[in-house]
């Protein structure tokens, strides 16, 4: 059965490695709806603290389309751990990055 579907119906289980390798490499499917649901089913299947697949999250805070950014940044609170001061770091400059961009366009 494909991954999406069996995180669409919550058969994943948490903490498989493969699993998450899955996930990931759906993120750079084209599709808006694969990236969608592969990033919605992260914090299903993620051990909170889980660096790569952060990684991976914060890569998604720049993409194209705002929906996905925001879903991005939902997963990624539910995986880091709380405080976890990279994280907040990253979020913060990329925050300030846009905000800076939008200055400059105006």
Known sequence: MNILVQARRGLLQRGDPETVRSLISCLRNPDL???QVALDSFPKVCPRGDRDTMFQLVGM???DHEW??????MALSSIAVPGDEAVINFVI????EA???QVRAK
Do not use: F
């Not at 996905?68 to 940044?73: F, K, T």
């Not at 400059?93 to 300030?96: D, G, K, R, T």
């Open 99 to 101: 905000h800076n961009d």
């Open 93 to 96: 400059a990329l925050l300030n």
């Open 68 to 73: 996905i950014r925001g879903s991005a940044l």
């Open 33 to 35: 709806q694969i990236r």
């Open 61 to 63: 805070l720049q993409d």
